[in-house]
């Protein structure tokens, strides 16, 4: 046995928060991202609706830019600033993040799993479960700038132009912004990555993610006819999330069914346990998926 | 189990019902250590399981005390170079190294200083802005070395580090390697190229069909290989006289002499007794010996006793 003098000194000076290592993942894949200029364009326009919303609450608020426009006083309740105005800005704004993970979201996971690449994340100070969420907040942080946070800042917007009593008075407005984008995007970006994982061919992969959505819905009608039933409405998840939003936005007292692509069905409703337990379903399916795939070497049989 | 060591303690690994590796019990210490083995041996499963990339089915692994159940300490500890080429599309080989320092946690002027500092070491500084996509075999081979010595850990773990180097290169890496192992890092290196696993190796593994048939150092292992024959080569001045000698004994089994005439190349069963012999001649006969050195200590022919032919031990 060869005798040496060790010499090896490690590494003793600073090193970042551990917590926060996930973040060089979406930091590396924005500058890539930024690169793409058809992304650019598409996220920059998805905040044009936001921007027409903003716009109506600030015009709703000044009488010289009513009378300007040439619209009476009286007339300024055409357009409501209520629950319908937030979840139809919710409801747009979520579709808009849907063509942005069928865009982004299958360039997440396949091309590491295509090159090898993540057996080089796993050899480090980091875990499968730190991947998944530095891969997930990538879709979680633009979905977020095009969904809650203008909805929020529209909420803001309104609240200071109508004063803290309407703020008080609207709270679930705010509450149901951004829990009700949340559960959509935690929907998206798992339902994503699990496709990214298991469909290597890109254009495949964000065709998927549309037709889980419409197949899915398509498949629980055909069970309402043939059954009879209202039970296979938990196959469609745009109307899953349309009972979500309306629960969190509404409580028990409901006026509206969901807003634009995400409506429940009248008259159908089934008990929200059931479609809540349907979402969670969903996203263990989804969970389940990635733990299969995530692996720091391949295991061929 | 000692903290400078990596340890094995009855590790198996099954994938369903193929074997990775069987009952391996292992020990291996600061230096390079070469893993020797047929395809489909078990050298993969053995790194991948001491760099936490699987886990055992059965048994405990610690590395220098870490279990590879610990990422955070692990990762710091152990730097990997894998068979294939692995790199997320679309990196310069400045950003692959950049971007998986910053994993470590690394400050990004560190992350700077220790990219930097990894490319010059693999002559990669030139064709650091290059997508790796665009290297030849060569260049992604070294880049992959460089990302794996960029932390500067403290174990190495390289899956055929050597494969595509042009001579030069190969130089090059062997040189760090024994740079390394002589710091008193451990360097675990897999290769078929037997002639260089002899050349920079402190001890060997060899594997066979998922066990682990030898290990230690190469001449140790030689020894063990009773029922084979130890070749020796003897260059003197009288081997036909030697040859006559030494066919009187029990052990001998083959005496061949060398084309020059000046050397006896002989396969003896007890080499102790042979040598003791040899010092009775050179006494009785007055031989001139210009050197004795044994012919088959090396990873070629251990492994050709082993594994390989009819001498397989598995």
Known sequence: ?301 | MSDSVISFANVSRFYGEVLGINNVNLAIPAGITSLVGPNGSGKTTLMNLMTGLIRPTQGEIKVLGVSPDDPERLGKLVGYCAQFDACPKGLTGYQFIYWFLRMHGYTPAECDRKTATALERVSMTPAAQRPVGAYSKGMRQRIKLAQSIAHDPQVLVLDEPLNGLDPMARAETIALFREWGASGRHVIVSSHILHEVDQISDQVILLSQGYVVAEGEIKGVRDEVKEQPMQILVRCNDPGGLAARLFQQDHMVEAKITRDRKGLLLRTSDADSFYLLLNNVILEKGLDVESVAPADDDVNSVYQYLIGGEGAAV
């Open chain 1, 1 to 301: 046995m060869a005798v040496y003098k060790k010499t090896y000194r490690p590494y003793e000076g600073e090193l970042t928060a551990s917590w926060s290592r996930f973040l060089v993942i979406p930091r590396y894949a924005f500058e890539e991202l930024h690169g793409k200029r058809f992304l650019t364009f598409f996220f920059l326009a998805s905040f044009i609706y936001p921007l027409i919303c903003a716009l109506i609450i600030y015009v709703q608020h000044n009488t010289s830019a009513l009378s300007l426009l040439g619209v009476q006083q009286g007339a300024r309740n055409l357009i409501s600033i209520n629950v319908t105005f937030f979840m139809s800005l919710l409801g747009w704004q979520s579709v808009m993040a849907l063509f942005l993970a069928a865009f982004i979201g299958p360039g997440l996971v396949s091309p590491d799993l295509a090159n090898n690449a993540l057996s080089l994340y796993l050899a480090r100070p980091f875990s499968r479960a730190e991947y998944v969420i530095g891969k997930m907040s990538v879709l979680a942080i633009l979905m977020s700038l095009m969904t809650w946070v203008p909805g929020l800042l529209c909420f803001g917007l309104q609240g200071y132009l109508e004063g803290w009593q309407w703020m008080r008075d609207n709270w679930r407005l705010a509450s149901g912004t951004f829990f009700g984008a949340w559960v959509w995007i935690l929907v998206l970006a798992l339902l994503a990555m699990a496709l990214s994982a298991w469909v290597k061919w890109k254009p495949a992969a964000g065709g998927l993610m549309f037709g889980v959505f419409f197949v899915a819905s398509a498949f629980g009608g055909l069970i309402n006819v043939v059954q009879r039933t209202h039970w296979g409405n938990l196959f469609n998840i745009s109307n899953l999330i349309g009972l979500v939003w309306v629960q969190l936005f509404e409580g028990s007292n409901q006026t509206t069914n969901g807003a634009v692509f995400f409506r429940a069905t009248q008259g159908e409703q089934l008990p929200m346990w059931t479609t809540w337990a349907a979402l969670g379903l969903l996203a263990y399916i989804c969970l389940y998926m990635l733990r299969r795939k995530i692996r720091g070497a391949e295991v061929v049989r």
